[in-house]
C-alpha cells in the first residue's frame, strides 16, 4: 500500500505553517533572570488572545449588522471563552514571588501594559473613548493612527441596538438619537433606552401564563445578544479586578514601569462598565416572577425585612 505523500511534504509542515521557529525566537529576556521568561511569554499570549477578540468582536458587529443575532451570538460564545482564559492566566503570573519580579523589573522600563495597542483598541471599541491615551505610545506615530481609527467606531452596543430598531422599533422604540450618537464618546445612560431593553427582556415571558405555544421566542435571539453583551462587561470588569490585585501582589501601591500610578490607576477603571444601560435595566427586572417591577429599597423596608437586603443571601 502507498504512504500518503503529505506526511512526506517538504512544502508545508506543522512548523513552517505555523512558524514555530520565528514564534520561539521572539522571548528575548534582558536579564538571566528566570522568572523573565514566564513573564514575556504571559503578556505575548495576552496579546495573541486580544488579537484573536478584536478579530471576532468585528465579525460579532457584521453580523448584527445583517440582521444575524443567532450568529452573533456563537461567536460570544467564543469570547466568552477568550475571556476566560485572559482571567485563568493571572494565576500563573502570580506564582513569581515580588521579590522575584523586582530582580528583573528594572530592565522593563519604560515600557509599560499600558503601551498594549491592542488592549487599547479594544478599550475604544468597545466604549472607553479616552484620546489621552494615544500618548502612551510615546513617538510609535503608526500605533498612534492605528489606535485612532477606533476611537470614532461604533462599538457592538451601537450594533445591537441599530439591529434591534430594524428588528421592530414599532415595539422597542429605540430613540432616533440612540441611532445616530456621536460614537467618538463613551456610552452615557440613557433612561430612553433602558425603556427598550425592558421591554425585550419582559418580551420572553409575553403569553407563558396563558399557555401559548413558544412564548417569547419571537425575541429571544435579541435577548440572547443582550446577555452575552452583559457577561463580556461582566468578565471584562472581573479580568480588570483580578489585574488589579496581581499589580497590588507584585508592586504594592508602587509607580508602574511607564510612570503610571499603578494599582491606583487600574482600581480607577473598575466603575467604568462599557454599556451602563445593561446593567440599569437590572434595576427594573429585580421584582418578583411574573415582572412586577422592584420596589425601591426604601419602599420595601420593614422592620422585619430591613432595606439592602436584595437577593442575595449573603447581602446584610
Not at 94 to 113: H, K, N, Q
Not at 150 to 168: G, M, N, Q, V, W
Not at 210 to 221: F, L, P, S
Not at 244 to 255: N, P, S
Amino acid at each position: 500500500m502507498a504512504e500518503n505523500p503529505i506526511y512526506h511534504s517538504d512544502k508545508q509542515t506543522y512548523g513552517t505553517y505555523l512558524k514555530i521557529n520565528e514564534l520561539l525566537g521572539l522571548q528575548r529576556p534582558r536579564t538571566g533572570h528566570h522568572d523573565e521568561l514566564l513573564f514575556i511569554i504571559s503578556h505575548q499570549v495576552y496579546e495573541l488572545w486580544f488579537k484573536q477578540m478584536m478579530h471576532e468582536l468585528e465579525e460579532v458587529c457584521g453580523h448584527l449588522d445583517a440582521d444575524r443575532p443567532l450568529r452573533a451570538a456563537q461567536l460570544f460564545e467564543r469570547i466568552h471563552k477568550i475571556q476566560h482564559l485572559l482571567i485563568e492566566q493571572i494565576p500563573m503570573l502570580e506564582t513569581m514571588f515580588s521579590v522575584e519580579f523586582a530582580r528583573f523589573r528594572d530592565s522593563l522600563r519604560p515600557a509599560s501594559g499600558f503601551q498594549s495597542v491592542q488592549f487599547r483598541k479594544i478599550e475604544f471599541f468597545c466604549g472607553n473613548k479616552n484620546p489621552k491615551m494615544l500618548a502612551l505610545v510615546g513617538e510609535d506615530e503608526e500605533a498612534k493612527r492605528e489606535m485612532a481609527t477606533f476611537l470614532d467606531k461604533s462599538t457592538p452596543y451601537d450594533h445591537f441596538i441599530r439591529h434591534l430598531a430594524r428588528e421592530d422599533n414599532g415595539i422597542f422604540k429605540i430613540p432616533r438619537e440612540a441611532l445616530a450618537r456621536d460614537t467618538t464618546q463613551p456610552h452615557e445612560p440613557d433612561e430612553r433606552l433602558v425603556d427598550s431593553l425592558e421591554i425585550l427582556y419582559r418580551a420572553q415571558h409575553e403569553g407563558s401564563q396563558a399557555g401559548k405555544k413558544n412564548a417569547g421566542e419571537r425575541y429571544y435571539a435579541q435577548m440572547r445578544i443582550a446577555e452575552h453583551l452583559l457577561e463580556f462587561d461582566e468578565k471584562f470588569a472581573i479580568w480588570r479586578f483580578h489585574h488589579v490585585k496581581m499589580v497590588e501582589r507584585m508592586i504594592g501601591g508602587g509607580m508602574g514601569t511607564g510612570g503610571s500610578s499603578g494599582a491606583k490607576y487600574l482600581a480607577s477603571t473598575l466603575a467604568r462598565p462599557f454599556w451602563p444601560d445593561l446593567w440599569s435595566v437590572r434595576n427594573r427586572l429585580g421584582g418578583g416572577y411574573g415582572g412586577a417591577p422592584a420596589a425601591s429599597p426604601a419602599a420595601a423596608a420593614t422592620p422585619e425585612k430591613p432595606a439592602g437586603g436584595g437577593g442575595c443571601p449573603y447581602a446584610g
